[in-house]
């Protein structure tokens, strides 16, 4: 089966700019996580969803960072005015029961 | 609050000796744990799992992990390292099978 698809992989932006991340869960799972994970650290919960429900975006930085997931199928991670804090890792993942799929990530650079 | 500890941030081995990576979790309860392991530019894949149940559980590859409660304790063991095991490897606990909560990883390097 496809696994879970993000895009654009790499993106490079200005301080103040804005960016939108892409992800295309695997078909049928009803439950989609957004992790950022900065270089040399482990993943960190921003916000997930089960169907089209915001299940707990409590780690979500609501003043810039928006997600959705408006038919429970794809999602986007929008930032809004990016700040060099937020260089990173931005990872898709996706499960249905026991297991989790993670996309390969978008890596941003905040210049 | 429930968190993960990976206390070894860079491990080396020489490829055919054993390994043996810890992961040291805070919850209160029996909670589900993972490891998974994370190549160059990949995402995270899952090595293995552990539900309640037998402490010592086996995943892909020849690794294992051992859940000790009275230690709160999951650590990664393999008993031959091979140059392709040169990665990174996160350890996760998840409360309720809902969010999942990862360490800050151990870079692993192979030695030939």
């Known amino acids: 089966e496809a696994g879970v698809t993000q895009s654009p992989r790499y993106a490079v932006l200005q301080e103040g700019q804005a960016v939108s991340f892409w992800c295309d869960p695997i078909?049928?799972?009803?439950?989609l996580y957004w992790y950022q994970q900065p270089r040399d650290q482990g993943p960190q919960l921003l916000v997930y969803?089960?169907?089209?429900?915001?299940?707990?975006n409590s780690q979500l930085p609501s003043d810039r960072f928006s997600a959705v997931r408006p038919k429970g199928t794809n999602s986007t991670l929008k930032i809004q005015s990016a700040k060099q804090g937020d260089t990173a890792t931005y990872l898709c993942?996706?499960?249905?029961?026991?297991?989790?799929?993670f996309g390969k990530g978008t890596r941003l650079t905040v210049v | 609050a429930q968190s993960v500890t990976q206390p070894d941030a860079r491990v080396t081995v020489s490829e055919g000796a054993s390994l043996q990576l810890r992961c040291k979790y805070s919850?209160?309860?029996?909670?589900?744990l993972f490891w998974y392991v994370q190549y160059p530019r990949q995402g995270l894949q899952l090595l293995l799992k552990?539900?309640?149940?037998?402490?010592v559980v086996q995943g892909v590859n020849g690794f294992e992990a051992e859940f000790s409660k009275s230690n709160s304790s999951f650590h990664l063991r393999k008993a031959s390292v091979h140059w392709s095991d040169w990665a990174v490897y996160f350890c996760?606990?998840?409360?309720?099978?809902?969010?999942?909560?990862f360490g800050k990883g151990t870079s692993l390097t192979v030695i030939p």
């Open positions: 993942a996706s499960r249905q029961t026991a297991e989790v799929f």
């Open positions: 078909s049928g799972h009803d439950t």
């Open positions: 969803f089960r169907d089209e429900a915001v299940i707990d």
């Open positions: 919850y209160f309860g029996t909670p589900y």
């Open positions: 552990y539900y309640p149940g037998d402490p």
């Open positions: 996760a606990v998840s409360p309720g099978y809902q969010n999942f909560y």
